[in-house]
């Protein structure tokens, strides 16, 4: 098991970088190389009789900011007041933006496969927010900084690709690139109250903007 990125502890909190490829939690499938399993394998070893609560997830291939709870009641805290929550991304998406700002608001529904698409009756969907700002572009890809004002399953992923600009590496929603090996979208920032939680960007983001 590998040791787990902690960005912060202390008696109520765990906050964690999770790696891409990782789950968060398991599926039906019940899978065990879960961010979950490792979590709760580190709290165990403080005391036996420690717990360790999931707040929100992350895509298995989305790397970046998880927070869990080490209490029933901070869990629901946060999960009660999580559209108080900000949170910020950054991507590398396919091509040049020719809005190198802008305000994404879709309606997304989901399939019997759990895939997202977006529609345009709001009777079948459920609106999504992403906002965008381009940070920095080469021939190739651009490296977005995004706020989410909505926390709908992918829709960064979706929003994105609807405009023509696919995640790098998001085969499931329209890319053919994948130089990275990874889905180039990781969680960056985590801010609540007096909390502002922020996760190293992957050097690999790096390299291929530059």
């Known amino acids: 098991m590998k040791k787990l990125d902690i960005i912060y502890e202390d008696k109520e909190l765990l906050v964690v970088n999770k790696e891409a490829h990782k789950l968060t939690i398991a599926t039906e499938k019940r899978e065990s190389n879960t961010l979950y399993n490792e979590a709760s394998s580190y709290v165990k070893k403080q005391y036996p009789k420690n717990k360790i609560f999931i707040v929100h997830r992350l895509d298995k291939d ?105 995640i790098v590496g998001d085969k499931k929603y329209g890319s053919k690139d994948n130089i990275l090996g990874r889905l180039a979208l990781h969680a960056n920032l985590v801010e609540y109250k007096d909390y502002c939680f922020m996760a190293k960007d992957p050097k690999e983001f790096k390299k291929l903007i530059d």
């Open 62 to 166: 989305t790397s970046g900011i998880v927070i869990l709870a080490k209490n029933q009641d901070k869990k629901l805290e946060l999960q009660n007041n999580w559209e108080k929550v900000k949170r910020e991304y950054i991507a590398i998406v396919e091509g040049k933006l020719e809005k190198k700002k802008d305000i994404l608001k879709d309606y997304l529904g989901e399939d019997k496969t759990l895939r997202v698409y977006i529609t345009k009756d709001k009777n079948k969907g459920k609106l999504a927010i992403t906002e965008y700002e381009v940070i920095k572009e080469n021939s190739k890809y651009s490296l977005l900084k995004i706020k989410i004002r909505t926390g709908r399953r992918n829709q960064i992923r979706v929003q994105l690709a609807n405009i023509g600009h696919p």
